[in-house]
């Protein structure tokens, strides 16, 4: 048995060795941390690279004397030990040695940590508030705002559809930045610590409830850029991720042109009725988005913390309580209000889905208040009631 | 594993036979070698529990999509496991190995307050009790890591939190009066001669270990009053709305929880210093140094907490000093390591079991500390931070450091314990299954962490979906290897094998192996004489 | 003497005397954290209130731009925002400038805001006078308020800060009820 040892021992190293050949020949991003697009990503990258071939050669160097000594005072090859087991100079040569290697490594980590404590006046300020589980960006300057949602169909999460290229890393409404320009992101939460974490930029920042933390960017190239929230935030962490989309100074310009249009421009219409079908259709889509992570597409939800939307009292019960719940939330449970979310149309839609979904419309089952068509009209007028009541 | 203890030698301990007899043997014994067995048991039925959610965890992540368990029920797994290997496998059985050996190393009777260490045992099952039923109740069960960051773990906690957090108190408390134990049967006990610089370097780092503990496990038994007090007395010591502060939080679980993971890792550096000679024939080189750097390693603990949460926005000046002292740990442990390695040049090396889990405790706890080295830079820890890259980092550490120390110290140990050899086949064919699942397990994650992985996460983008599955592949390999040991270990325990004598390895030297095997159930009744 | 607490006999109470002062220490963190905080502004917390004394020397070769933030905790169904978004002034002028904030949750309620300065290092030098933040606020249900800061920068603000952000969120402090004192006009 022991003889067989060496042999088995070279077998493994030749198979771990054809391994990381094999892993190699993978596009470099998937192996090592991205160079990325800005001035901040390219020092860390250089830092990374840095540390890592130091800590190679020193690798290298023990593992090779150690390997050396293995084979070359083996007992069975009839070695003899030495007698010699303290040696000061020698003790105090390999504390020292690795702690000028220290210091070199120290050196160019501050300069990188001092230039990345930028506090230049900035181009664009953005605050980034992170919610279980979606962002919220406000672009201060512009008076944009608004959240950005995973957008990968339920269907894929559960393996009933086949996954796109971005699985997980998609979202309904990305983060518009423009290239060239100093970018100020300040960072912070609604409920628990997320982190804003975009490997492309170089940006990791914890997003604290009460704290508001900061960081730069001042992108190099145009291009969508991904990545995800990395601080558990609770079930659906993971499902979270982040978007940007760089674009040039006038792309910019447009795009907030735009955006501001939009909302100066006349409410959309909401007088006018739509089908049952039309609802029905637009409705599963926001459902999807919106709804579905928790409540899952079945209408099954995760009971007891997100209970089902199948055959429940408020699904199937009366349309109004149904309404109020989707616009003011439940308080104290993970179920927000939607009303500064989304528009009177949508939750119109989203009502209507849900009421007809999952065989809830069942009206000899549930009774006459199953089911129904709602109307971006009456949820205006629920929404105006409700503010109205408060206020008295 | 001391079954075998009563059957030969012993005359002057009659064991009570029949159910009741044995349960209250167990129950109320106060001998250091039964509560060190009780200790191990218990340490190697958590391993089985925590490696069977780690395999949950890495099953769910075989390719990306919802397939196995939900997204609340990963939570669950990653939080309960973490906490398991720290508190109910690597402390219980670095405490159990002390047990057995710190007597018997320094030339004792037993442990100086027997009953102290009856206690500490017998408060674990319950503490771990308190934390599986958690799984039994209406609510998730514990689902924020094991980190348990407010305020995920106290405002936005599940029930079961508090369940929990009465848990921690309780492992809390067995470990202080565990530490208690070992330094004052260390600074008592010592056999005539035995002077502190002529102790066995695992008892030494033992030492350091006790003081550790009692430094700072009273400081998460505080971090968790104080997330009790916030979740059901009305305080505000985590939560902004009343003026306190989340990220206090951080510091008081990190100020505790960076000396942790050395408590994790001291006594197996004493480990390997003893195996290490013992399988070279040679003495330990720079017996000196080597105390001298786990004094500094111990130290350093102290003041590196914040290395931890370099992204949660703490100043400039404050990160400078934390990059710094953290990168300064590396020079003891470079030390150590030049050391093991002085010690291993030109000796006589033979290659037992406990030899090879040494020699690869050697290649990748060094490994392990080299992205320790990486993660102490702070512009590059920005992109580490909570990656997979942390967590093939720790999973380094831990498993080819600690746990392989402890499995180099059952192989060492285990037969001056039952008075038997184990088996030597099995052990190498576990050795070998082990150390290259391990790095199948833990080396792609790297990768997956440099590509952008966070950790914690129950489903991932396409791109890491080869590595991932590399990765579970390693894990089963890795959890179904540890059934040889277990039935290597019961086959030894239970007297097949050859019996060995009271110098069980040529180039053992030590008080213990001046005792026969198994050794008698009172150590050292007489002071034995301390030679050089 | 201290030979004594480590004999034989009082080894084992000296080391439960320690544990239990590491207990303590725990909790002494807190205070520590924030003295620390306090003296130094790592965590980006202002000051409470600081006295209107003599008119502090104005600096007009500098300007200061100051953004004004303001967040809803925990989905807080409030109006909540700084009726100046951006503000330019120099280092030792005194500024007053209000939030808004109705209370839309249908019910009386006590709310705290908490201040957070970015970069931290800027936290202290920003010295409130008058600041809603200083106290909890009790709004009954739909009440509005335009609420102060009267405040001035003070001019050790480092040289390399030309924009600070000044942030506030509104916490519901039902749970942490202190004072009923009110501040700002309806």
Redesign the interface.
Known sequence: MKNNFPVFISRICLLLGSWFCISSAYAESRINMPQGVTPMSHDIYALHMMIFWICVSIGVLVFSVLIYSLIKFRKSKGAVPADFHEHTVVEITWAVIPFLILVAMAIPATKVLMRM?N????DV?I?I?G?QWKWKYEY??QGISYFSNLSTPVSQLNNQAPKNEWYLLEVDRPLVVPIHQKIRF?V?A??VIHSWWVPALGIKRDAI??????SWARIEKTGTYRGQCAELCGVNHGFMPIVVEAVTPEAFAAWVQQQTAGKTSLPPDIKKEKSQAELLKQGETLYTTHCAICHKPEGTGMPPAFPALKGSVIATGPVKNHIAMVL??KPGTAM??FKEQLSDEDIAAIVTYERHAWGNDDTPRYGKEAGGTVQAAQVASQRAE??H???? | MSTAVNDVHEHEHEHPEGFWGVLGRWLFTTNHKDIGTLYLWLSFIMFFVGGAMALVIRAELFQPGARIVSPEFFNQMTTLHGLIMVFGVVMPAMVGLANWQIPMMIGAPDM??PR?NNWSFWILPFAFSLLMSTFFMSGPAPDFGWTFYAPLSTTYGPKSTDFMIFSIHLMGLSS?MG??NV??TI??MRAPGMTLMKMPIFVWSWLVTAFLL??????????V??MLADRHF?T??F?????G?P??FQ??FW?FGHPEVYILIMPAFGVISEVVSTFSRKKIFGYRFMIYAIVAIALLSFIVWAHHMFTA???LV?ELFFMYATMLVAVPTGVKVFNWVATIFKGSISFEAPMLFAIAFLFLFTMGGFSGLMLSIVPADYQYQDTYFVVAHFHYVLIPGSIFAIMAAIYYWLPKWTGHMYNETMAKWHFWLTVISINITFFPMHFLGLAGMPRRIPDYALQFTDFNRIATIGAFIFGFSQLLFLINVVRTVRGHGPRVGAKVWEGAHGLEWTLPSPPPYHSFTVPPEIKN | MIKRF?S?KH??VT??V??????????A??PL?TLV?KT?G????TAGPSILGEPAEIDTSRWV?I?F?A?????L?WKFYPET??LKLHPGENKLIYYYAEN???QGMTV?A?P??????AAKHIKKTECFCFTQQTFK??EKRHMPILFHVDNSLPK????F?L?Y?L???D??KKSNRTLGRP
Request: charged share 10%; net charge negative.
């Open positions: 404590d506090t230049d006046d900035a300020t605050k508030v919610y201060l300057d300040l912070t609604n409920d409830p009460g704290y508001i933390h900061e003011n939330g927000q209000a409700s503010t009541e408060k206020l008295n | 100086a307050l102290l202080i530490a208690i330094i004052a600074f008592n009692l430094g700072v496990m009273p400081v998460l038994a505080g971090a009053t104080m009305g505000s010591f939560n902004a709305a009343g003026g502060d990220i206090l510091h008081v100020f926005g703490i100043p404050t | 480590f034989k080894l084992p080391l439960l320690i544990a239990l002062a590491m207990f303590g220490f725990g909790f963190l807190v954290y905080c130094t790592i965590n980006g917390k731009t953004q933030l967040t809803n905790n925990a989905n169904d978004i951006t839309l949750s249908g705290q908490i957070s300065v970015t970069p931290g290092l249900a739909g390399n800060i030309n924009t952000t942030s969120t916490f519901n402090a749970k942490y």
